[in-house]
């Protein structure tokens, strides 16, 4: 009689050794993942769409950098595709840096070190590209540096993202909690358990386990001394919807849409304030990052004393509205005289025509002024 209480002890033992079947929830990083594509590609898509001209006196000129700037700055990516990684590294790093190789081509740096200097310009060293790390160092006016200026969007990721992730992970194991199918195992302890009975047992349990998820209609040997049993969830418990997801995903996705001045109807479609959200996506957003690109380029680019007399970067594409859906707008403005015909053409990225007619101001309404209307009704 000892003997056997004393096997049952050591059984009870074993069994509590052994591990359980389950499901375990990881964090969920594509929450994070999702909010900054779905708000970072947005931009970069739009600046993307950038038309980078050489101009002089409102004329454009010809110059080498063209091509690098609209069609293809490297042998491996299209002019799309290098300012859609330029804008996504300058937005999510924080800072840029664009080198031009031996070979003339614009490659962006993966990682590298700034040198700061408080006379001198700064150089950079140790210039990282797709796993090539350059001897050589680049000082500041051989390469284009930008930075966003925005190290409150950095925090804010660091932080939040941190929380976010652990609630949405949270929310997801408390909606497959509850629609988990759970069950009891009985077994037997009168046997001992040796481990080639163990390893039977969870061979046994596994397979059973796989045959009720796997098939529809599953049917399992019953065996003695062991007894499978399942609990059902309670349904007094209550119901997690499936909608709170969604609502936390779209949460973060405008907290991230907003530190980035993205207005968020944009990003999550909502076409009731399309054209109001693209106005102020165009003006607060796109349009000051062009501007801060334009400065660069020119820097970069244009010497000094070309850029003293005309020559300048202009940007178009982004900014401009399309002239068909404007085309009641671009007549009041030739009809009023207020702008010439190139002039208008200009604003909507069309370069000017070389015809000095365009050039002329034109008046098609009859505009009076206050003394010829009152001299018209004396007499």
């Known amino acids: 009689m000892f003997k056997r209480n004393r096997d049952l002890g050591e059984e009870l033992n074993e069994i509590l050794d052994m591990d359980f079947l389950g499901l375990e929830v990881d964090q969920r990083l594509y929450l994070k993942q999702s909010a900054i ?53 300058l937005l999510t790093e924080n800072e840029v840096l664009v080198i031009v190789s031996d070979n003339d081509e614009f490659l962006i740096a993966d ?37 966003y200026n925005n190290k409150k969007f950095t925090r804010f ?45 969870s061979n046994f349990i596994n397979r059973m386990y796989n045959s009720f998820k796997k098939n529809a209609f599953a049917i399992v040997p019953k065996t003695k001394g062991f007894d499978y049993e399942e609990i059902t969830r309670n349904s007094a418990s209550k119901n997690q919807p499936i909608k709170e997801l969604g609502e936390l995903r779209v949460d973060v996705t405008k907290q991230v849409a907003n530190i980035l001045g993205v207005p968020s109807a944009l990003v999550l479609g909502d076409l009731a304030e399309y054209e ?5 996506f165009i003006r607060f957003t796109a349009r000051p990052l062009i501007e801060q690109i334009k400065d660069e380029l020119n820097a970069k680019l244009i010497d000094e004393h070309e850029y003293k007399k005309g020559l300048e970067i202009k940007v178009y594409g982004v900014s401009e509205r399309n ?5 009641d707008s671009a007549d009041k403005m030739v009809a009023s005289g207020a702008w ?23 008046i098609t309404k009859n505009y009076q002024t206050l003394d010829e209307l009152e001299g018209g009704e004396n007499e």
């Open 276 to 280: 109001t959200a693209l106005k102020a």
């Open 37 to 89: 594509e779905s708000c970072v590609n947005l931009i970069g898509r739009t600046i993307s769409t950038a038309d980078f001209r050489f101009m002089r006196d409102d004329r454009r000129v010809n110059s080498d950098f063209d091509y690098l700037l609209n069609v293809r700055p490297n042998s491996n990516q299209s002019a799309a595709e290098f300012w859609k990684d330029f804008v996504y590294t």
């Open 340 to 362: 010439s015909r190139n002039e208008v053409r200009e604003k909507f990225g069309d370069e000017r025509v070389d015809d000095p007619r365009m050039d002329e101001y034109v």
């Open 157 to 201: 990721l660091d932080g939040m993202f941190k929380d976010y992730s652990e609630l949405f992970s949270r929310m997801i194991e408390t909606k497959m909690y509850e629609n988990q199918i759970r069950a009891l195992a009985e077994i037997d302890t009168t046997q001992r358990l040796d481990q080639n009975t163990r390893d039977r047992l």
């Open 111 to 147: 990682n590298f070190t700034r040198n700061k200097y408080a006379v001198y310009e700064d150089t950079f060293v140790d210039v990282e590209v797709k796993g090539y790390t350059f001897k050589r160092t680049f000082p500041m006016n051989e390469v284009i540096y930008m930075t």
């Open 323 to 327: 002239p068909i859906e404007m085309a």
